[in-house]
């Protein structure tokens, strides 16, 4: 499972719910991913930590709740967005300690398994190379960010994003989730990577979407 939630942050397709009803809604959402994955299955969740006053370590939260859930955690990277991290002008206070924003450029990565840490192979195989393995157990990822103009979908994570995760946690012809699907990353990165993929997406407009940019996808492999 690899997935972005909304962020419940006054993005367009946010419900304006309360932090706790936010929770429940993703605890909800992971406790069913929880049942439908395979035993070591790895559960891969992108966030961003919103507010500044306060500021809601949504990472900490979703930590803790995926470990109620059953979940063991194996780790966390953190996505550098660097540059293209959007000119933020948020100082809070400029060039004084009256009260000074810090203005994130990166987001984490949350990486999770069902049971045991190991994964039975069976007949599958890896396809991560040498050098990509080297470079995607490093804790720091650092890649641009997505346009939301260029998409048509107000919060976008990369393909780069699932691609790595794909390559790095599952084998070749298995199955990839993702249950808030928005405008298709992780479909895509799916097949370009040989695996098949069960998405959901309750905004008929983003399924659209996200069907939109698989087809093309499909034909420039054929």
């Not at 969740?45 to 306060?54: D, F, L």
Request: hydrophobic share 40%; proline share 5%.
């Amino acid at each position: 499972m690899i997935t972005s939630p909304p962020y419940n942050a006054t993005k367009e397709y946010d419900e304006n719910l309360t932090l706790e009803e936010y929770r429940d809604l993703l605890r909800r959402v992971f406790r069913e991913t929880h049942r439908v994955l395979v035993e070591g299955g790895r559960a891969c969740v992108n966030v961003a930590n919103v507010g500044r006053k306060p500021y809601i370590p949504f990472h900490a939260f979703i930590a803790q709740d995926m470990l109620d859930l059953g979940f063991a955690m194996r780790g966390e990277v953190i996505w550098n967005k660097a540059s293209s991290a959007g000119p933020s002008t948020a100082w809070g206070s400029w060039k004084s300690a009256t009260n000074p924003t810090l203005r994130d450029v990166h987001e984490y990565i949350l990486v999770f398994s069902k049971g045991d840490f190991t994964r039975r192979k069976g007949e599958k195989k890896s396809t991560v190379s040498r050098e990509e393995f080297l470079e995607l157990t490093k804790s720091v990822w650092t890649f641009a960010s997505e346009s939301a103009r260029r998409i048509g979908h107000p919060a976008p994570f990369p393909v780069e994003l699932p691609r790595r995760l794909i390559q790095l946690y599952s084998f070749e012809g298995d199955v990839v989730l993702d249950p808030f699907s928005g405008s298709g990353s992780t479909c895509i990165a799916a097949l370009q990577t040989g695996r098949a993929f069960v998405a959901y997406e309750k905004s008929a407009a983003y399924a659209k979407l996200a069907d939109q940019r698989i087809q093309r996808e499909l034909k420039a492999h054929l």
